[in-house]
């Protein structure tokens, strides 16, 4: 099935640190939206981004919807251990169905304390 | 309603059985999403109900699976002739539709494995 391009795919930070990470697509989408998901769970909603251009944080984590739409940033600032886990981006196409969210690979987040 | 919950938890089946996975949707929410996931791949869509129609089914889906919400509240997967490549995690979610809010709420999902 069709994924978007998520980077980096793996993360060795040290407690404290800033991370950032991506995701694109070839085509463009009108919600985006990010997952964290930690082993045995399912994804849990960390933040969601509706309009080109917004820029919306929650605690220690800002996301933005990129100008082109077809792009999706996430930042978490000042890193703790308990950041570690798998960070999924999905998006929702223009041209796509009401119902299908497309995923990302993920990227997964080490935090060495 | 703490949330979407999924039974069972895991299933380990022998290859050409029949399993069965639930999913209880928050109670409010009118649409049901089921995806699959393997080790190292983010979630695929393969099919979502709102309220007791079944609205899109993806190609993932063969003729071997198959849905429903019949009264538009809980969903049942099922699989059947399991195949050795069935082996995945089966995520549900729900949502909302109308309020503008599109985050899914997912479920902790069904790991199954075809031995």
């Known amino acids: 099935g069709q994924q978007l391009n998520q980077s980096p795919q793996s993360m060795f930070i040290q407690e404290g640190e800033d991370v950032s990470m991506n995701c694109t697509s070839s085509?463009?989408?009108?919600?985006w939206l990010w997952y964290k998901q930690e082993p045995g769970e399912g994804p849990v909603l960390l933040i969601a981004?509706?309009?080109?251009?917004e820029l919306t944080s929650n605690g220690r984590l800002t996301a933005q919807f990129g100008i082109t739409r077809k792009d999706s940033f996430l930042n978490i600032s000042a890193s703790i251990p308990s950041d570690v886990g798998i960070y999924f981006c999905a998006g929702r196409k223009v041209s796509g169905s009401q119902g299908n969210l497309i995923f990302g690979k993920g990227t997964k987040l080490s935090v060495k304390p | 309603d703490t949330g979407v919950s999924q039974n069972p938890r895991h299933k380990i089946t022998k290859r050409g059985q029949n399993v069965t996975f639930r999913c209880d949707p928050i109670?409010?929410?009118?649409?049901l999403y089921w995806y699959r996931q393997t080790l190292g791949q983010g979630p695929e869509f393969l099919t979502y109900f709102q309220n007791e129609a079944q609205l899109e089914k993806s190609r993932l889906l063969s003729d071997r699976f198959s849905a429903e919400r019949p009264k538009g509240s809980f969903s049942t997967l099922e699989i059947q002739r399991t195949e050795q490549g069935d082996s995945a995690m089966y995520l549900c979610?729900?949502?909302?539709?109308?309020?503008?809010?599109?985050?899914?709420?997912f479920g902790s999902g069904t790991r199954l494995t075809v031995v």
């Open positions: 085509s463009i989408f009108n919600t």
């Open positions: 109670s409010e929410h009118n649409r």
């Open positions: 981004l509706y309009k080109a251009g």
């Open positions: 979610a729900s949502s909302l539709v109308g309020t503008g809010n599109y985050g899914y709420t």
